[in-house]
């Protein structure tokens, strides 16, 4: 039988559940701008495979092209070109509000504001020409120093003021700018020519000795200035495609820099000028960084990767597999978001954006089978996120956890298996109990996908296959994930969505597209490094958790988890745990606990800062597809991924749940675990063999906690507690319904 007969004899639940959905401020271009727009995308992306891969022009070629970067491009610069080129799509891609429901009738630019925007473009250029001309200079031998009275002169008055004015002006006339989703924005176009100014420049003065000058009184003042340009573009872009949450609390980490010094006790700093700080937080120990570091390899190659699969179909038939084994089981819809959003979750990097695209089908189906809609919602969002700690991919944590640590990928991969474990397990037996509790059906079979024309296809799992196994097979993450990627255009030649040139051109256009959200969060988030590293705050946040930890480790404990979620709210995954990184680690680890356990306590905790009230993106995300309150939904969500915010604080007790130890401790721990997570989820769900009265239900919530703990004494106190509700539930110590009582 073919695929075209399989398609039409066996039902098709999932098509399109990878796209990316249309955002509020998403601009939707038509004809020639269209075409650019896309052309640029498309190039964006496929620079990076290729810079990535050190392919150059010539070698694909034959023609030498002199002008185009020769590949592997040196570091800083490629990063540089990685941020620019974000910026210049972002803000031609995005407007700076968003777009009424309401199609346009009518609605004309405001001759004013174009006008002031085409004359805001006059500096925006005249500052590229002047970075550009320095870049001759040099070249011609004049030596570049920041202490040089006509250089300075010449930084000021010839390339800072223009670049200044542009980007401030730019900003603000985008503010009052009011045009049609498909309309052109010149004011935006100027500032995505800013963006190239600024590039220009560091690209120029780095590429002298000027890179060590940085932080000195020797740094010439015009890296401050497009520092504080592109430090101002970098807000402004994340605000339009991430929300305030990120800008707000980058501000407030600016606005310390240059008032820590009257501030008391562990928060002072001392004092700092703005030039000496902006001329060294656009390098790596700020916006250059661990951050922009894993977002120009790292996480643009899985987007990359997951536009391919997109294209070639095979993330919808992830999701219909999932429906084909799991559709039947009671409560069958949210079983396949929890296994559709994880895979799809670890794969995409984004809580909220795994949530838009896999919710869109699989909460309304739960609703249909009966789920409360914040219940509903609250699955797919505890799901997606899990998808974030789930290896090997984890989001494109692991790459950021081993860029900052120096811990080899596989170790970090293998270490979060049994949390990830624990972590989906909890899940779904939070969804089954709910499930049994509620009478619950599964889908019906002539409902589904048949299992055995989902078997047929099995081979769509190849891409992942190959990521797997290349990875444990030491090849590099970037050869990989490239072998990944050309894999799943292949498989897709045995499948109706063959990808051929066009497909591929659309893939990479979707992956330019899909990734400028990332890369300026993850720009953005490194500006917050950069006020760490520069103020020092994250050593004196170090010796306050040292002073706690003499009164009580488990305080000192607490207090990380609730900073690690606080930065983390509002961010993506990476973003999140990159900042929290900085601050909260380096205290755990002068605590004594391990490098890779304290890494992991701030990585969960900036995880599920996306399921946690009051700012849950994840979950406000599924509230609007499932139409119940996102504070509801939000405190839901909390309470089915219960296991995660317990199983962090056993690291520290018992490091065998991170693979560190001998085979029988870590079997150990996982058995204990399993049994500890299942009554947790009883416990909180009130259901065990039937519904288990209040007071029970506090005494099965102790021996949880007990069994993950792991130790030996724990375990006999948890499983002696799990024979004590087993007898009871089970009626063989009162009569059955003694135990059943108000839920």
Not at 364 to 369: F, I, S
Not at 425 to 443: N, P, S, T
Request: aromatic share 10%.
């Amino acid at each position: 039988m073919s695929d075209k007969d399989l398609e039409q004899t066996s039902p098709v639940l999932a098509e399109g559940v990878d796209e990316e959905p249309v955002v509020g401020n998403a601009r939707q271009f038509h004809g020639k701008i269209l075409i650019a727009a896309s052309i640029l995308s498309a190039l964006y992306a496929a620079f990076h495979m290729a810079a990535l891969n050190g392919l150059s022009i010539r070698d694909l070629t034959g023609i030498n092209v002199p002008l185009l970067p020769r590949f592997p491009m040196e570091t800083w610069n490629f990063r540089i070109v990685h941020v620019s080129g974000a910026l210049l799509l972002g803000f031609m891609l995005f407007a700076s509000v968003r777009f009424s429901d309401e199609p346009a009738t009518g609605q004309r630019p405001n001759l004013l504001v174009r006008g002031l925007s085409w004359l805001l473009m006059l500096p925006a250029l005249f500052s590229v020409g002047v970075a550009a001309w320095f870049g001759s200079l040099i070249e011609g031998g004049v030596m570049w120093n920041g202490m040089d009275a006509t250089l300075k002169f010449r930084e000021i008055y010839l390339f800072g003021i223009p670049l200044m004015v542009a980007t401030v002006g730019g900003i603000v006339l985008s503010w009052v700018e009011r045009l049609p989703r498909h309309a052109f924005s010149v004011t935006d176009l100027v500032l995505g020519v800013c963006g190239i100014a600024v590039a220009t420049y560091l690209i120029v003065i780095f590429g002298t000795l000027m890179r060590n000058s940085t932080g000195t009184p020797f740094a010439p003042i015009g890296i401050s200035i497009a520092a504080l340009a592109g430090t101002l573009l970098i807000l402004e872009l994340t605000r339009r495609v991430a929300g305030l949450a990120l800008v707000i609390i980058s501000v407030v980490f600016l606005i310390y820099v240059f008032t820590g010094q009257y501030l008391p006790g562990f928060l002072n700093s001392p004092a700092i000028s703005w030039e000496r700080f902006f001329s060294q937080v656009y390098t790596d120990a700020g916006i250059l960084g661990p951050t922009t570091a894993v977002s120009s390899t790292y996480i643009i190659l899985f987007i990359i990767f997951a536009a391919f699969l997109s294209a070639s179909k095979v993330g919808d038939y992830f999701v219909n597999f999932a429906f084909a084994t799991a559709g039947r089981a009671r409560g069958g819809p949210a079983k396949v978001s929890i296994f559709a959003s994880g895979l799809m979750g670890m794969i995409n990097g984004t809580s909220a954006g795994n949530v838009v695209a896999t919710g869109s089908l699989t909460i309304p189906l739960m609703k249909k089978v009966g789920y409360h809609k914040k219940t509903a919602g609250a699955v797919e969002a505890a799901a997606s996120t899990g998808g974030q700690i789930m290896p090997p991919i984890m989001g494109a944590g692991a790459f950021i956890m081993a860029e900052i640590t120096g811990i080899p990928y596989q170790e970090i991969a293998i270490a979060a298996i049994i949390p990830a474990v624990l972590y989906f397990a909890c899940v779904y037996l939070m969804v089954d109990f709910e499930a049994a509790k509620l009478g619950m059906r599964g889908m019906r079979k002539d409902e589904l996908p048949k299992l055995p024309d989902m078997l047929k296809k099995v081979f769509l799992f190849l891409p992942i296959i190959i990521l797997i196994v290349a990875l444990f097979q030491g090849y590099s993450v970037i050869r990989a994930g490239t072998l990944a990627t050309i894999s799943a255009a292949v498989v897709s030649w045995l499948t109706p969505y063959r990808m051929d040139l066009k497909a591929i051109y659309r893939a990479f256009e979707s992956a330019g597209q899909m990734s400028i959200q990332i890369i300026v969060v993850c720009a953005c988030a490194g500006i917050i490094v950069g006020v760490i590293s520069l103020t020092g705050v994250g050593a004196r946040f170090s010796n306050l958790l040292l002073g706690l930890a003499a009164t009580s480790q488990l305080l000192a404990l607490f207090f990380a988890m609730c900073i690690a979620i606080l930065l983390g709210m509002g961010m993506p995954t990476t973003a999140a745990y990159a900042v929290a990184a900085s601050v909260v680690a380096p205290g755990l680890v002068n605590l004594g606990i391990p490098q890779l356990t304290a890494h992991f306590f701030v990585f969960y905790y900036a995880v599920l800062s996306a399921i946690t009230p009051p700012v849950a993106l994840a979950s406000y995300a599924a509230a609007g597809i499932s139409g119940a309150n996102p504070i509801e939904t939000s405190v839901t969500s909390f309470k089915m991924g219960l296991a995660a915010f317990v199983v962090p604080f056993m690291f520290f007790y018992n490091s065998a749940l991170l693979m560190q130890g001998t085979w029988f401790e870590v079997a150990h721990v996982f058995v204990t675990a399993m049994l500890g997570v299942y009554l947790l989820a009883a416990a909180v769900q009130g259901w065990l063999f039937g519904k288990v009265n209040p007071y029970l239900r506090v005494v099965i919530g102790i021996g949880a906690l007990a069994m993950i703990a792991g130790g030996w004494l724990s375990d006999a106190i948890g499983l002696g507690i799990m024979a004590l509700a087993f007898a009871v539930q089970r009626g063989f110590l009162t009569p059955k319904n003694a135990a059943r009582g108000a839920d």
